[in-house]
């Protein structure tokens, strides 16, 4: 049994060939053996033992097999080792807004084998920044509702080890923003010219800078709501040529698109688009001339559309 004992000391504390006297007395004699690297096979004339035999695992010729989240070391009676990192794992490094994810905690040993995912209650969780709501014990994370895609952080920690996780939560719906949600407007636009909520004059009714057309006319218009901007339809006659007209609008935007519509008179009060038109462009300015203005008089109308 000391020799048994001698065995597998040796074999655990290190990878190195031993060579063994002969150990003798008048009455016995026990012939030099040797320990092969990782000590896992040993024997002599008499007797062979096998590391794989008392408790590891394989044969010692396998090597020390590893991937992501486990390691193996064959041949070895016990493994010893030390957490030296944690990390954060997720499926997916960007969340919804509004919606959870699921985080998990790898533990890195000194050795570069990682242990499977860890009980999350053991490791503190934290929300380091962004929009997060909160994170469990158990490391649900919660995301909150954003008017852009941006950059969150969780952290985990214990003892004296800790990791973080750097997150993007997405901006999946343009109009659900804190104080600006459900108005109709954009919290992008509101943030950008108003910013963060709450801001009474970001509300969709309110005339922010006394020109006669709303916040959400403007934002549909894709005007600058502060500076004094207006949106302008002008009506004029082409000269020499009674039958056309030309309906002249801007300033146009990016991103925008315009449908000129009219209303005859004598007809039932339906709006029409205009289809027999001619374009031209002068700057933020467009004119649609009307190639078929014969009635009485007609009503015209630019329809603007966002997507
Ligand atoms: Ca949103
Ligand atoms: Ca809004």
Known sequence: ???????????????????????SSSDYLVSAQSIDAGGTVAGSTTYLLR????????????????????????????????????????????????????????????DDTY???????????????????????????????????????????????????????????NDDFGAYAGDG???????????????????PN??????????LFKFMAGLNPLDGSRFTVDIQRVPGNPSEMNIIFGPVANGRSYLVQYQSNGGNGAWYTLTSTNQTQNGLDRTLTDLGATDRSRLYRVQISSP
């Not at 049994?1 to 150990?23: E, K, N, Y």
């Not at 309110?206 to 916040?215: E, I, K, L, S």
């Open 51 to 110: 590391g794989s035999a008392i408790g590891g695992s394989g044969v010692g010729a396998d090597p020390v097999l590893s991937n992501g989240t486990y390691g193996r070391k064959p041949g070895f009676v016990g493994q010893l080792y030390r957490i030296t990192t944690l990390q954060v794992v997720s499926n997916s490094q960007t969340i919804d807004e509004g919606t959870t994810l699921q985080l998990n905690v790898l533990a890195k040993a000194d």
């Open 206 to 215: 309110v005339d922010a800078d006394g020109t006669g057309q709303t916040n």
């Open 115 to 173: 242990f499977a995912p860890l009980d999350a209650s053991l490791v503190a969780w934290s929300v380091v920044n962004g929009p997060l709501i909160s994170v469990s014990n158990s490391g649900v994370v919660t995301a909150d509702h954003v008017y852009q895609d941006t950059p969150a952080a969780v952290a985990v920690s214990r003892g004296t080890l800790s990791s973080q996780l750097q997150l993007t939560v997405l901006n999946v719906s």
């Open 1 to 23: 049994m000391r020799r048994f004992g001698l065995l597998i000391s040796l074999a655990v504390a290190g990878f190195a060939t031993f060579a063994v006297a002969d150990q």
């Open 185 to 203: 407007v954009d919290d992008s636009w509101q943030v950008q010219y108003f910013g963060l909520p709450p801001n009474p004059l970001a509300g």
